[in-house]
């Protein structure tokens, strides 16, 4: 995450069990857990957003947060609306 080439074939078979995964840093690995914490939970654990505070800057988290909970919004809306999915994000086995 965060690389300008985005994710490869192998980190996107990763993503279901991220943590396990040696394929993310430590960092993509809080930053995943923080993006399906807030999508799962009505609240972040403590540790977990220490953890989060200890990697990234206060503008990071806010933008991160902006971008999880904009997805969150548009998944809603497009069901909702009965929108079907456009094929652009690969679902786990």
């Not at 540790?47 to 206060?58: G, H, I, V």
């Not at 069901?79 to 999915?85: D, G, K, S, Y």
């Amino acid at each position: 995450m965060g690389r300008a080439d985005g994710l490869t074939d192998s980190e996107l078979d990763a993503l279901a069990d991220f943590a396990a995964s040696p394929l993310f840093t430590a960092s993509e690995s809080v930053a995943l857990a923080y993006a399906e914490t807030v999508a799962r939970d009505s609240a972040v654990p403590d540790a977990l957003f220490k953890n989060l505070r200890e990697r990234f800057s206060d503008e990071a988290i806010i933008e991160m947060t902006a971008a999880i909970t904009w997805e969150i919004c548009a998944a809603k809306f497009n069901r909702a609306l009965e929108i079907e999915a456009q094929g652009v994000c690969r679902l786990g086995p």
